[in-house]
């Protein structure tokens, strides 16, 4: 059969559109469900006795922390309030039957803080390092009308970048010498999407993607697997959701999900909804930034105006108040 020239340029279409269709679903396919279920994923056997996570208290990190003890490591807890670092502790130890230790230290001090972590970790065999804490802004808003913008610079820069580098310091050497080591570094969608009116903390999280990606280049001869990890939405104080969603997951489902892809992929969305999410978005960003930008800047926008409309009200009421107490 003879074909013309035009009918072979549109067979050779087809034929490259299917390709590429076909490897992003069967990549989709193997990190998220295939390679885990024929045991490709990494094994956290004999990987080190103990986990260390950041921000281990509440949400991603609190379900990390549980996730790797039911694996049957132990777990040294690192937050800020004592008091749920205690809490949490003793449910893990009650309930998987694994030693913890805790540390409390505010990650938006200064680098004292790793002097004291450094000793409080000597000695232990950590096999993982969970880098979880993280913060952000109150509300979406405009650089220079960020509240107490220059401090707030710092602490945000000292709690999600500079923590992610200075624990992978505290680790690594120890992993180099047994040729073993797990670290996720917990980024955001952010980080490789437009987030007009959240820049600060959308670039620390593209730091946390970039380091991530060197990292793993660097340490990969050494037998350490360095993943970085790229939620959207997940139930939790800082997205504010309360209850779970089809795209907004309980962190536990969202942890689990993670889990499943270790040692397949560097990056991943985790989550199984999130990654054909970032999947769409970063290739529409690709083909249409514009689309991408107006989308995210119309919902930020919105989430900033209702937020302000709150404050407004809050200080209004405030306001009343003392105004009535005067009255009387
Ligand atoms: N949730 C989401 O939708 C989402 C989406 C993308 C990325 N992420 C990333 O996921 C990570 C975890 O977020 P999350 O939503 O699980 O947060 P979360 O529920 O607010 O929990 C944060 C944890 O970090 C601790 N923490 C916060 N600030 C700290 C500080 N300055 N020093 C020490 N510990 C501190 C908290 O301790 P206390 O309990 O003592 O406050 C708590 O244990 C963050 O890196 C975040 O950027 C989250």
């Known amino acids: 059969m003879k074909y013309t020239l035009l009918e072979l340029i549109g067979l050779a279409s087809i034929g490259t559109v ?59 807890l690192i937050s800020r309030s004592p008091y749920k670092l205690q809490n949490v502790a003793a449910e893990i130890e009650s309930q998987y039957k694994v030693k913890t230790k805790i540390i409390d230290v505010d990650f938006t001090s200064g680098i004292e803080i790793y002097d004291r972590i450094k000793k409080e970790i000597e000695g232990l065999e950590i096999g993982v390092l969970i880098n979880n804490v993280g913060m952000s802004y109150a509300y979406p808003e405009y650089l220079a009308e960020v509240p107490n913008a220059t401090e707030f610079s710092q602490s945000l820069i000292n709690c999600n970048v500079v923590s992610v580098t200075q624990m992978c310091i505290l680790v690594l050497r120890q992993m180099v010498e047994r040729k073993k080591g797990l670290i996720l570094n917990v980024s955001s969608a952010s980080a490789v999407l437009p ?61 689990r999900g993670h ?55 809050q200080r209004e009421q405030q306001e009343n108040g003392i105004d009535t107490a005067k009255d009387k």
């Open 18 to 76: 299917s390709w590429f269709v076909f490897r992003e679903v069967w990549k989709f396919m193997y990190s998220t469900f295939i390679g885990h279920a024929l045991g490709r994923s990494l094994s956290l056997k004999n990987i080190g006795q103990w986990a260390v996570v950041t921000g281990a208290t509440d949400g991603i990190g609190r379900a990390y922390a549980e996730e790797l003890a039911s694996h049957g490591l132990n777990i040294v």
């Open 195 to 255: 987030t007009p009116l959240m820049t600060m903390y959308s670039s620390t999280k593209a730091y946390v993607y970039k380091f991530s990606e060197d990292l793993a280049l660097e340490y990969a001869p050494f037998g350490i697997t360095i993943q970085c990890v790229l939620p959207g939405f997940v139930v939790s104080k800082m997205s504010r959701y309360k209850k779970p969603a089809f795209r907004i997951p309980l962190p536990r489902d969202f942890v």
């Open 259 to 313: 889990m499943r892809t270790l040692g397949l992929e560097f990056a991943s969305a985790g989550f199984w909804v999130h990654k054909i999410l970032l999947g769409y978005y970063t290739k529409l960003n690709t083909v249409s930034p514009s689309t991408v930008v107006n989308v995210t800047f119309t919902n930020l926008s919105g989430t900033r105006q209702r937020a302000l409309r709150r404050l407004q009200m």
